[in-house]
């Protein structure tokens, strides 16, 4: 059995490194996996990339595509609020080239695939044969755009007039996006696309969309090496960062400070209020700069993505917040648990499937500063809960959320999907004649 990831990054941004989490998982036991991407970070020699164009020609379409999209979406850029997700396009500069570099492989499993997939080159030349599985980092597959809907639920019907680009249009580019998407989904075979979804909630987003509502659904949640992200001396971790070894410690992690959805200034608003804790302190790690309000100590030690170090940092604070307003499965959450660290956040998404009360954390109603503030008091203040909370998360985590648990998980899904007929699967590498074109 022959399976392909592909992903956008192998290793920048959680999304990137819990699909390559899942790759090494399949390795370990056996399974044939290979990593098929747009920027490779790492040297590993199981992971592809698409590489530079091999001809002039290629150069050109890849640039003529690209200038296509860049068109469609320039007339929204300016008037974008600050501080959202990126806002993605179906297609991609790389079309049907992206089809012809495909590695071979029995099955096709896609993760956070934006601006790297081609969705009416992908689903219409990679051979019907080829089953699909894709698992779901965020709710791009089905919207017109956006990775997380703040909650407008324009995708269930059919998006239009999107709040992401400031648009009252009802064919506004989200419809156009939208429209697209359903037309490459058309093509695909009952049967042949599958979706994983790693909690309830987001399993519940996709049987309410128009897109994929009628496409199987899977529920497996991430997994993460639980021998990379453990629990460290405390002392130790905290002699190493710089951190007073008395003092009370709440760690942030998000890929920047400015993302509104992360809930940074939540968080600083909920810490304002708790001044009165003169030995508070705020550890972050992400691009950019975050103003604590307050007064508060912020020690930010910027970007990190090296796993020993990430969960030193982990293991120097005494509490994990995760303020998101609206989350799948975030992977600073399954760290911080799987390093002992107790979490408290907003009872949103897929974070109460992980964070449970009284058990690895503390939860707050979405968007209640006073609660979250309550929340992390309480933790700060009871060092017998917190002991208590972060025997649970490491045993939580070596029994739901190791690499191997996953990479079983998936491996009894592909057989089931696969059957018998994968060892006779028509590699991917083959490209289908092109099917007759039709106008969106």
Known sequence: MRVLHVTTNDQSGGAARAAYRLHRGLRAIGVDSTVFCAERDSDDPTVRAIGQPDSRTVQLARRVRYELIERAFRPYRQRRPAGLEPFTDDRSRYGEEFVRKLPPADLITLHWVAGFLDYRAFFSRVPQRTPVVWRLSDMNAFTGGCHYDEECGRYVAACGACPQL????????????????????????????????????????????????????????????????????????????????QARVVLFVAGTYGNRRKGFALLSEALAGMDDM???????????????????????????????????????????????????????????????????????????EMVRPQVTGLLAPKGDVAGLRAALRRLLDDAALR???????????????????QARRYQALYETILGPRHVQAEPVGRVLASPASGKD
């Open 387 to 405: 002991r208590a909370l972060s025997e649970r998360c490491r045993q939580i985590a070596l029994a739901e959320y190791t690499l191997e648990i």
């Open 166 to 245: 400031s648009s009252r249009e009802p064919d506004d580019l989200s419809h156009q996006i939208w429209r697209r998407k359903r037309l490459a989904f058309d093509r695909v075979a009952p049967g042949r696309l599958h979706i994983v979804a790693l909690n309830q909630w987001i399993a519940g987003e996709v049987r309410r969309s128009a897109l994929l509502q009628n496409v199987p659904v899977h529920y497996i949640p991430n997994g993460l090496d639980t021998e990379a992200f453990a629990p460290r001396d405390r002392a130790f971790a905290r002699q190493v960062l710089g951190l007073p070894p």
């Open 278 to 352: 003169g030995d508070l302190i705020l550890l972050s790690i992400g691009r950019g700069s975050g103003q604590v309000e307050g007064g508060i100590p912020h020690v930010a030690l910027g970007a990190l993505s090296q796993d020993h170090m990430l969960s030193l940092v982990y293991s120097a604070a005494d509490v994990f917040a995760i303020p998101s307003l609206q989350d799948n499965m975030p992977s600073t959450a399954l760290e911080a648990i799987a390093c002992g660290t107790p979490v408290v956040g907003f009872d949103v998404g897929g974070v109460p």
